[in-house]
Every structure is written in C-alpha cells, then in structure tokens.
C-alpha cells in the first residue's frame, strides 16, 4: 500500500521555466493538499481539493495552479518558477469520518529555482 | 486571524528530563489541534489529537482553552524524540493551519 505518492523528489529549475509536481493517493480520500515546507515557516498550504472536481486556494497560492485530475489525483503547476519557490513541497490527503483532517503525506518534493 | 503559534525553533534537552513543546493558538470557534512530527529521513506524520486523548510513544497534550494552549509533554525524553514537530489547527472542515515547528534534540 503506497499512500501518497510524489514525483519528482528532486527538481532544479531556471527562473522562468516551468513544472509540474505530481501527486497521487491509493487510499480512497476525498481531500488532497499541497503544502509548502520554509525554513522558520512551518508548513504553509499552497491549494487544496475537499473533493474531486472542487479546489480552493490556501494561504501561499499565488504562483501556483493545481488540478485535480480525479480522486486519486492532484497535480500542483508553477507556470513560471521564481527563486521564492525554492522550497520543499509535500502533497497530503485526508479521508472522512474519524479520519477527517488527519493527514498521510507524501514523501516530499525538493525544489530549487535558481 | 486563525493561528498556530510554537514560540520554539530549537529546543535541546538531555536523555531522560522531562520535555515540553509550546503550541498555542487562536480561534473564535471550538478548536481541534493536532501534534504532526517528522522523524529524520520519515514522513511527517500525525502524532496525537486532542480528541483522542491518548498516549502516543509516552508523548500527552491537553487542550487548554483558557490559555489557549496544547503543549506537547512528555515526563522522560528518549534519543529516538529527536525530530521536527508540528501543531496544526483544523480550520474549517478540510483545512489544517501549521505552526512553524519546533526542532527537538535530545542529547545523550
């Protein structure tokens, strides 16, 4: 059972280029999040999907675009990457009922812009 | 504004002396509060909940609503409690606000 799965783990970009982190969930949740990991910053959340078919912007979306393919997946798009996103990125998902809002992570993807 | 405050970037204690991570928080509802904690090269993954009421690795947190607090305690730190840890606020039904961790270490 893999859980949260994240690709690439490692990425280098220029200024200016353009990526797609992929995310997916083997786990049937409904809710999906993509998450910023800063030095000093904690965990920021960048978008998130309560649902498929729905998104919605967290506290850092700007720069950002996501897509929630289908249920088991949701992709996080930095059109034109900035040195400011240089960070650690972490995909999570959360099921319902008891397990509401208790998040499985995915591994974490490390992105540098230079 | 919702928040999540730990006051603590870095807190070092030695094998065996109790250990306390301060989280505090604001919100004008009824609060649910997490403990996230992420292990060297392991995934962040959730510790306790203040529902639950529970145990976790001899770790407790209460929920103080007066002084808007859910400190993480444990009596007797272990080596194996070095690790970067998170308390996280749910905000609204999906959402989970963070604090900006505290990194403890614990010496032999």
């Known amino acids: 059972n893999a859980g949260v799965t994240q690709t690439p783990k490692f990425q280098v970009l220029k200024t200016g280029q353009s990526m797609t982190l992929q995310c997916a969930q083997d786990m049937n949740h409904n809710s999906m999040y993509w998450y910023r990991q800063d030095p000093g910053m904690g965990l920021r959340l960048i978008y998130y999907s309560a649902s498929e078919g729905t998104t919605d912007k967290g506290e850092v979306p700007n720069g950002y675009n996501v897509s929630r393919l289908n249920k088991r997946e949701f992709s996080l798009r930095l059109e034109s990457a900035a040195p400011s996103q240089t960070s650690v990125y972490f995909c999570?998902?959360?099921?319902?009922?008891?397990?509401?809002?208790?998040?499985?992570f995915g591994a974490g993807s490390r992105l540098t812009v230079l | 504004a919702q928040r999540v405050t730990q006051p603590e970037k870095l807190l070092s204690v030695f094998k065996g002396a109790p250990v306390e991570l301060k989280c505090n928080y604001s919100?004008?509802?009824?609060?649910?509060l997490f403990w996230y904690v992420q292990y060297s090269r392991q995934r962040l993954q959730l510790l306790l909940r203040?529902?639950s009421r529970e145990s976790i690795k001899g770790f407790t947190a209460d929920l103080n609503k007066g002084e808007t607090s859910f400190h993480l305690k444990k009596p007797f730190a272990q080596e194996e409690d070095s690790a970067m840890y998170y308390c996280?606020?749910?905000?609204?039904?999906?959402?989970?606000?963070f604090g900006q961790g505290t990194r403890l270490t614990i010496n032999p």
């Open positions: 203040h529902i």
């Open positions: 999570a998902s959360s099921g319902g009922g008891v397990g509401a809002n208790v998040l499985t």
């Open positions: 996280a606020l749910r905000q609204g039904a999906q959402k989970l606000v």
């Open positions: 919100y004008s509802g009824s609060p649910e």
